[in-house]
């Protein structure tokens, strides 16, 4: 462990997928901690990298440039020799022989899991710092790069609402989010959608039908419809997945192959219901990608710096969360409670916007 009291030496690392604005989060855990005259290690490839002992000191200079880059500089990954307990053991073994003090992990709920496994056999502070997409952790309003993907989903409808405009057509355009609609809300708001499809909700295929057939009597030539990519499939759809998968059956044919989307399957199931021309579009990982907006720069600067603060204070076991738009330290067990719920409010609203 650091030779004084007060000089601790940080390690910091990123798990799961990236997301833009991780790179402001790490430029100031790097640079808060500096400023505390800790000495920072950045670990490479997130907890697989730890195994592999990629770790090395950082400099503020390190640093420079990246506030404005997506992705990570430390790079990421999703480890599975670390979620065993040899792997935990050995990651632990690791850091204590880099004599780190704390750990600081920028990362969604699965990486926020494996800083509690590790804490059961790493005896310095851990403190995660919510970082991804989805927006989904519980116990927090925000997870550092869903403005920028949100940003980046609805510059790309808007693109597709040209072509949809012009030849007259409904698109079904899927969004990520994993098992969460906090994206597609987003998204269908800001883009303007008639419609959204998300996990938090079982949508009946009729009633879908006839809310789009409604619109279109009314006058729409074109639309959009956001479905997000953990959305349940169409009854009809899941009920042919059932039977090909109990009778492998070659005369048994669903309309859906099983690796397709939930757009594809909406999309297919809404043609003969409804008289528009449809097409599909999965948005998928550019939505991960490009320059995090000003505001996932502002959060991701403002997390890191609050995780060495809650380092100085001697706090453990916690992550940066944001509570009424502030900054508290919340505990990491939270964040591993399911799956934050959608307002349903928003979900009245996309469908009232889009009347
Ligand atoms: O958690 C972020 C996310 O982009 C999800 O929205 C998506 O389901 C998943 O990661 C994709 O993971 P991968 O990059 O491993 O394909």
């Not at 989060?25 to 592999?52: D, K, M, P, S, T």
């Not at 640093?63 to 880059?69: E, S, T």
């Not at 710092?129 to 309003?141: F, L, R, S, Y």
């Not at 999309?267 to 990608?289: C, D, F, K, T």
């Amino acid at each position: 462990m650091g030779n004084r009291k007060d000089d601790k030496r940080i390690a910091v690392l990123a798990s799961g997928g990236d997301s833009p604005g991780m790179n402001a989060a790490l430029r100031a855990v790097v640079r808060a901690a500096l400023w505390e005259h800790y000495q920072v290690f950045g670990i490479q490839n997130g907890y697989e990298g730890l195994l592999h002992n990629e770790i090395r000191e950082l400099t503020s200079r390190d640093m420079g440039l990246i506030i404005n880059q997506g992705g990570t500089m430390l790079g990421t990954a999703r480890s599975a020799e670390f979620q065993t307990r040899e792997g935990l053991e050995k990651a632990a073994r690791i850091l204590h022989e880099h004599r780190i003090d704390a750990l600081c992990v920028v990362g969604g709920d699965g990486s926020f899991r494996g800083l509690m496994e590790l804490s059961e056999f790493y005896k310095g502070q851990v403190v995660g710092i919510p970082g991804t997409i989805d927006n989904d952790i519980p116990g927090t309003e925000y997870t550092i790069g869903f403005d920028t993907a949100v940003q980046t989903a609805v510059e790309a409808i808007d693109k597709l609402r040209d072509t949809a405009l012009s030849h007259g057509r409904l698109f079904f355009v899927e969004v990520m989010g994993r098992n969460s609609g906090q994206i597609a809300l987003s998204v269908a708001l800001a883009s303007g959608a008639e419609d959204v499809i998300i996990p938090e909700e079982r949508t009946d295929v009729e009633e879908f039908a006839q809310r789009l057939e409604a619109g279109r009597k009314k006058g729409k030539r074109f639309g959009i419809v956001v479905v997000a990519e953990g959305a349940p499939l169409p009854r009809e759809v899941e009920r042919a997945r059932v039977l090909r998968a109990e009778a492998p059956d070659p005369n048994v044919k669903a309309a859906i192959a099983p690796e397709e989307s939930p757009a594809f399957a909406w999309a297919e199931v809404m043609r003969p219901r409804i008289g528009m021309n449809i097409r599909v579009s999965v948005l998928g990982h550019i939505q991960r990608g490009g320059r995090p907006t000003s505001f996932d720069r502002v959060w991701g600067s403002r997390t890191g710096d609050a995780a060495i603060r809650f380092i100085k204070q001697g706090l453990t076991g916690v992550f940066t969360a944001m509570r009424g738009g502030h900054i508290t330290p919340a505990y990491l067990f939270e964040a591993t409670r399911g799956v934050r719920a959608v307002e349903p409010e928003m979900v009245q609203l996309v469908r009232k916007m889009g009347s």
